[in-house]
């Protein structure tokens, strides 16, 4: 372990990164890559432990989810799937020799190229795939089974994938409850259960339009099937969820099982991070980029965080400390995360390999880290022991 009070942990294209923060989150130190340069999609902490995980892969390497019991210093790889390294090493001994390679089985073959997602939740870990599949390890990372719940849905055969394949992007837990679990799937939606995985439903009904929703959704009818393209999801506490879907964001106060469209108010319905407040459930941030065919940067090339403190009702810019001319960077579906402290702080990265971060609920904003390699996804670790 270190010293730091708080680990912002990012996971890039050329492996993970841990920037470490004082008391006072301030005094940043950048440190890394890890994990053997990998394409790192998501990296989580446990603030009990202290166990960092870092998932990701590609078709070179093959899948796998990588542990870290000292702070992020080091890593040991639970590799999951094969990759070409693999297949080329096989067949020349001479390359095998050069890059250390040596046969070990796979145990899920080359079921999937990539670990997409991770999160905690309870004793349990969960990892989203592509294509998508969920995975759970009953032994902190180390050993990995399949969630056939979910694989074996009736839905299944009509998933089809987004723009980046078809990927379990999204693992939502609920801390007061781990055996309810939320998952988001490119382009097949949000599923939902309440016991551990055995049994899922879909959620992606529209709320009614007596409710005071927009009973319209350009995906197609209120009929289950909303929410194809689901971006990303935050729980914000009890039966509060926020969604960013490629039509906008989205609340739900009843677990997921109806949802209303509460974008009025932003500049643009695309884009793909949020986060919710830790203890309030009305307050809600997000990043709109300025839409799906034409860049995908903030609006006017004008970087802002868009706050809500009203559970959608109302939005409000915040810019400072956030470039406001010639910004044509991306910030990706979860790449965006927050602190526990009070005030809470916000914390998001970019492609062109910044993080900014917020100590004043995103009031202001100061740049932490630059030049890092493209930023797949941001979490904050403030272990407790």
């Not at 542990?67 to 067949?91: N, P, Q, V």
């Not at 917020?358 to 493209?374: F, K, M």
Request: include cysteine; proline fraction near 7%.
């Amino acid at each position: 372990m270190t010293d730091a009070a708080i680990h912002v942990l990012v996971g890039t294209n050329k492996g993970a990164f841990v920037l470490d923060g004082g008391p006072d989150r301030d005094g940043w130190s950048v440190r890394g890559p890890y994990c053997d340069g990998w394409p790192i999609n998501h990296v989580v902490g446990d603030a009990e432990t202290g166990t960092m995980w870092a998932g990701g892969g590609g078709d070179w390497s093959g899948a796998g989810v990588w542990r870290s019991t000292d702070g992020g210093h080091t890593w040991e790889l639970a590799k999951l799937t094969t990759g070409e390294l693999d297949a080329w090493a096989a067949k020349d001994p001479d390359f095998a020799a050069m890059v250390g390679w040596t046969e070990e089985p796979a145990p899920f073959g080359d079921a999937f190229s990539q670990i997409w997602s991770l999160r905690r939740a309870g004793e349990r870990l969960y990892a989203g795939t592509k294509p998508a599949t969920l995975l759970v390890s009953d032994d902190d990372g180390r050993t990995w089974s399949e969630v056939k719940g979910l694989t074996d849905h009736p839905s299944r055969p009509d998933w089809n994938p987004g723009g980046a394949g078809l990927v379990l992007h999204t693992i939502v837990a609920d801390p007061a409850d781990p055996e309810r679990l939320w998952v988001g799937i490119s382009a097949a939606g949000v599923f939902v259960t309440r016991d551990g995985g055995v049994t899922w439903e879909r959620a992606n009904d529209l709320a009614p339009a007596e409710a005071g929703a927009t009973a319209d959704h350009p995906a197609g009818p209120s009929d289950g099937e909303v929410g194809h393209c689901v971006h990303h999801l935050e729980h914000a506490g009890g039966d509060v969820l926020y969604q960013q879907n490629h039509h906008g964001v989205w609340r739900s106060a009843d677990g997921g099982g109806t949802w209303r469209d509460v974008t009025e108010g932003l500049p643009s319905t695309f884009g793909f991070p949020l986060w919710a407040h830790p203890r309030d459930p009305e307050t809600v941030w997000t990043l709109p980029l300025n839409g799906d065919m034409v860049g995908r940067y903030p609006p006017d090339a004008a970087a802002a965080v868009w706050r809500s403190r009203d559970g959608g009702a109302t939005w409000e810019a915040r810019r400072d400390g956030l470039p406001q001319e010639a910004c044509f960077f991306t910030v990706l579906r979860q790449a965006m995360s927050g602190d526990q402290q009070e005030p809470a702080g916000v914390y998001f990265g970019t492609n062109s390999g910044s993080v900014f971060a917020s100590r004043d609920e995103g009031e202001s904003w100061d740049e932490i880290a630059r030049h890092l390699p493209t930023v797949l996804a941001v979490e904050v670790l403030e272990p407790r022991g």
